[in-house]
Structure formats: structure tokens, C-alpha cells
């Protein structure tokens, strides 16, 4: 079930900069897209931080989101061209990055946010179950500012997330 989403988006911030995105998302079956559906449902706002979570493991998404909704707001997205919709509409204040998406990689999207003003400057945390020693350098000129393996230890992802929210 392929969908094709136009979203034009202007950042009033930036002297009216329009980006728009074309994009053929990764397909999810029946049962993938109502478990995103789920995790995107709000059960209630923190009035904290956001925090949008980019990675095609529903499990893993729903284990961050039970871990952060507690003193985040969290938003989930399946893959690249989604995450930069979702970071359109909802401007987290950090984004939790998988390398290894589906269609176009972690480090189209850490490229496509450097281009776009309103978004340039959100910290993004890489976690990835790739190679330390080959990506991490290279998540680093990409933008990043924490690198991690999975899995990770949770008290070091709590400890990142609170020093880039700061």
C-alpha cells in the first residue's frame, strides 16, 4: 500500500522560507500501521519538550515512548520522508534517529534538516545498531550530537536527551 504525501510547510521565522517534500514512504502492513497509529495517539500533554523518535522497529519506538512520555511529549515515525513531515508539523526540540531506515537513510534526513532553517538547529541523537568505528564519524559531520549502539543503556539516553534539551 504505497501513499505518496506532498507537504508544504512555511516557517514564519525565517522570512517566509517554503520547503516542499515529495516522498514514497515505506510500506507498512495493516497491523505495522495501526501500531503507529497508536503510538502517535495522545494520551496527554507534558507540557515538556518534544521528542520525535525515527525508526522502522514499531517495538523499539514503543519501548522509547513508555520510557520518555513521562517527561516528554513523543512522536513516532516510521521512516526519513514521515520523520521530516512529523518535524515539520510538530518541531522537537530533539530527534532520535535510526541510520538503518527503509528508502532513504539516516543521513538523507540528517542532510534534509541542515537544509531547512526552522530545523537546522535540533540536536539529533543517533541510535543505530551499525557499526561504532565506520558511522560514527560520519553521523557526526552529518550533524549528530550523541552516537549510539544499540541497545543502548537507558540512563545514558535519559542523561543525552537532558543535556541537548538543557
Not at 514514497?24 to 500501521?33: C, I
Not at 537546522?120 to 552516537?147: M, N, Q, Y
Request: charged letters at 25%; one cysteine or more.
Amino acid at each position: 500500500m504505497k501513499r505518496y504525501f506532498e507537504t508544504e510547510t512555511t516557517s514564519q521565522p525565517v522570512r517566509g522560507t517554503t520547503a516542499s517534500l515529495k516522498y514514497e514512504p515505506y510500506s507498512l502492513s495493516l497491523d505495522g500501521e495501526r501500531k503507529l497509529e497508536g503510538l502517535n495517539h495522545k494520551l496527554k500533554s507534558t507540557c515538556g519538550s518534544k521528542i520525535l523518535i525515527i525508526d522502522d522497529d514499531l517495538d523499539l519506538c514503543l519501548g522509547l515512548r513508555i520510557r520518555l512520555q513521562a517527561d516528554y511529549d513523543t512522536y513516532v515515525a516510521n521512516d526519513a520522508g514521515a520523520g521530516l513531515c512529523m518535524a515539520f508539523t510538530e518541531l522537537p526540540d530533539v530527534i532520535i534517529l535510526d541510520i538503518g531506515l527503509p528508502g532513504y537513510d539516516g543521513y538523507f534526513f540528517m542532510q534534509s534538516l541542515s537544509e531547512i532553517p526552522a530545523l537546522a538547529s535540533v540536536p539529533v541523537i543517533v541510535l543505530t545498531a551499525r557499526d561504532r568505528f565506520t558511522h560514527e564519524w560520519r553521523c557526526r559531520d552529518a550533524g549528530a550530537k550523541r552516537f549510539f549502539q544499540k541497545p543502548i543503556d537507558n540512563r545514558s539516553l535519559l542523561m543525552a536527551i537532558e543535556q541537548l534539551v538543557g
